[in-house]
């Protein structure tokens, strides 16, 4: 997931030293997700600019992360 991240950031044109945060903030989500049945919620927050969190009626979640990056 990490480098899938990395390789969208860069192609959307971040610079490398700005696709960190969100690499590993999108790798917590997943790992904490799968072993506690729920998100990182501790460090996405650090490391994003927004967290959103949307349950829907399926029972699906929804996680959007948001990190801005200077241009």
Do not use: F, K, Y
Not at 5 to 21: F, L, N, P
Not at 32 to 43: D, F, I, K, P
């Amino acid at each position: 997931m990490r480098s899938e991240t990395d390789r969208c950031a860069s192609e959307a044109g971040v610079a490398e030293e700005q696709r960190r945060r969100p690499a590993v903030a999108v790798t917590e989500i997943a790992t904490n997700s799968v072993r506690h049945g729920g998100g990182g919620l501790w460090l996405a927050p650090q490391l994003c600019d927004l967290v959103a969190i949307r349950s829907g009626r399926d029972h699906a979640t929804t996680i959007r992360l948001r990190v801005d990056v200077p241009r």
